[in-house]
């Protein structure tokens, strides 16, 4: 028997947490790919040791010893209705992991067969999703985005029935965490507010262990000094950290044009990673508007929505947290029912802020420009040019060695006073910040109105400043190309940075290659019809390094041909 070392958390909560099942067994399983890179680093390559046995295991035909299978029990809203039962319907938790840095992990099998939360469902997967999940998810990683992993693929030798009979498959993922805004609701939802607090207690403890101290490192939370914020409210620090987490995320996935197409809240993750890759896509030719998943027809999860929508989703999970919000409060502050959303408020009213500041990096390491530390407020400007402030008297003093270091005297928040006599440097950081925003939002709007390719547009950008002509042939209308052109050159130009500099970070952050939507439904297609992985195994080696050009693989760059256009993407339940 291969050996794993499990270590098994959410199975030791109350049984209702989830149900106790197996997977169904499958005839005849085949190997499409085993991820030896993730297997090391979570230490479990004893699943690899047979490659007969380790089919077993991911099919679900054999259990590994340790392993405690369960599906999890939530809630949801589902295109902004609530679906007060949900659950685990086709996903299996065989039991958790600690990697080599301590760091610990879920195993799940999707697609192993019907469970107590399958609500009619066949609990099964269609080969097509296995694959798709799988190449998005490692390209995601790759691309440095927080996401769940594919530990390993099967086809199971049986089909299932969707619009036709299809080739069925199992994916074997990872996530740090599987809990998800419905978590949080399916208790919520009942009124049972002991099993709240355990669950956030277990999500704070796991996840966010500073907030159990009543500290947060989210952003907008920390003292002037650099120093974690005191709140001393946990589960209002636990709801900090889960905004900034979500606004990072998201900032990151409209980075790179990427669209999930199902962000209800039980596919929101509180860990803060890319869960259920359904429908998800990237972007082609750049459409603020852009939609491809089939079950999407009012287009609430469109591109341009989706940093509203995490905040919709964010609202959802703080009214889960209320009743848990009201021990902090005290008969002199008022009506618990209304202090309570005062101080979820007040927390969720940082989300733009936040995801504007993560947004606008991200972009303007696009565009070579360097990244800031400043929030959008002057208070935030402030406080953060204060502590900088510190830190480089502190590197000074250091230098030349000196024992009395600026960092031994603790920065104080700045008054108003202080925040007025520096109102000449908070408002030339404003207007950095607002022109840098209004650079972006334009060639983002050329960009549509050109039909230029998202992806291809920044590649080209970035490799090679004097001649432009690759990326102006991307565009319909390439006048409006040049002028916007004219203006980025003379920003890059106000910068410190050479134009070496400014390149080579833009090449760190704009991909040569996607899992483009044809090449994805290609590799979907020969391993459906034709039982070919080929295609599949050529996609993923060329995007397990999307930053560098690779000598002929010119093809996997390019845009989909008329006929290739994928219109729609599916979510395969």
Not at 185 to 202: E, P, R, W
Not at 444 to 457: E, I, P, R, S
Not at 495 to 508: F, H, P, R
């Amino acid at each position: 028997m291969s050996k794993v070392d499990f270590n098994n958390s959410y199975a030791k909560l109350p049984e209702n947490f989830y149900s106790t099942t197996n997977p169904d067994p499958v005839e005849q399983p085949g190997l499409i790919k085993f991820n030896h890179e993730l297997a090391e680093q979570l230490g479990v390559t004893g699943l690899y040791t047979d490659e007969a046995e380790a089919v077993e295991f991911f099919s679900g035909n054999k259990i590994p010893e340790g392993a405690e299978p369960i599906a999890m029990a939530y809630s949801g809203h589902q295109f902004g209705g609530f679906s007060p039962q949900l659950g685990d319907g086709r996903a299996i938790l065989l039991g958790e992991v600690k990697d080599k840095d301590g760091i610990r992990h879920d195993i799940q099998l999707k697609g192993s067969g019907k469970t107590p939360w399958s609500r009619g469902g066949d609990g099964r997967s269609a080969l097509g999703p296995v694959i798709r999940e799988y190449l998005l998810c490692e390209a995601m990683h790759k691309l440095g985005v927080p996401t769940t992993r594919a530990l390993a693929a099967v086809t199971t030798g049986e089909k299932v029935m969707r619009e036709t009979p299809k080739p069925g498959g199992i994916l074997t993922r990872v996530a740090t965490g599987y809990v998800r805004v419905g978590t949080f609701q399916y208790f919520a939802s009942q009124g049972n507010i002991d099993d709240l607090k355990k669950l956030a207690a277990y999500e704070i403890g796991r996840h966010y262990p500073q907030a159990k101290r009543g500290f947060s490192d989210a952003k907008g939370s920390s003292a002037a000094d650099g120093s974690k914020q005191e709140v001393k409210k946990p589960y209002v620090a636990f709801l900090k950290e889960v905004v900034n987490a979500q606004a990072k995320l998201i900032a990151k996935w409209m980075s790179l044009g990427f669209i999930h197409g199902v962000m209800n809240t039980d596919n929101m993750s509180i860990a803060g990673e890319t869960i259920d890759y359904g429908p998800c896509a990237f972007m082609d030719e750049f459409s603020h508007s852009r939609v491809y998943s089939s079950i999407d027809q009012q287009g609430r999860y469109a591109y341009k929505n989706q940093p509203q929508i995490g905040q919709w989703n964010l609202i959802r999970f703080a009214e889960t947290l209320l009743p848990l919000f009201a021990e902090y409060v005290t008969p002199e502050q008022g009506k618990p029912e209304e202090v309570v959303v005062l101080l979820a408020q007040e927390v969720l009213n940082e989300y733009e802020t936040i995801y504007k500041h993560y947004w606008l990096n991200e972009m303007r390491q696009k565009l070579g420009l360097p990244t800031t530390e400043f929030l959008l407020n002057p208070e935030k400007i402030m406080e953060q040019k204060l502590k900088k402030a510190s830190a480089e008297g502190a590197a000074k003093a250091a230098a030349e060695g000196s024992s009395q270091s600026t960092s031994d005297k603790p920065t104080q928040t700045p008054s108003q006073e202080e925040i007025k006599e520096n109102r000449v440097e908070i408002a030339k950081a404003q207007q950095t910040n607002a022109d840098d925003h209004a650079l972006i939002a334009r060639l983002l709007d050329v960009m549509q109105a050109g039909k230029a390719d998202f992806t291809l547009t920044f590649y080209h950008l970035s490799q090679d400043f004097e001649n432009l002509e690759n990326a102006r042939n991307l565009f319909e209308n390439p006048d409006d190309f040049d002028a916007w052109a004219k203006k980025w050159l003379y920003r890059l130009k106000q910068e410190d940075t050479t134009a070496a500099e400014q390149q080579a970070l833009m090449q760190s952050v704009n991909p040569v290659y996607i899992p483009r939507n044809h090449q994805v439904e290609a590799a979907i297609r020969a391993a459906e019809d034709n039982n070919d992985f080929s295609v599949f195994n050529e996609l993923h080696d060329v995007l397990q390094n999307p930053f560098e050009f690779q000598e002929g693989k010119e093809n996997y760059m390019l845009p989909p041909k008329p006929e290739e256009v994928v219109l729609q993407t599916f979510c395969g339940t």
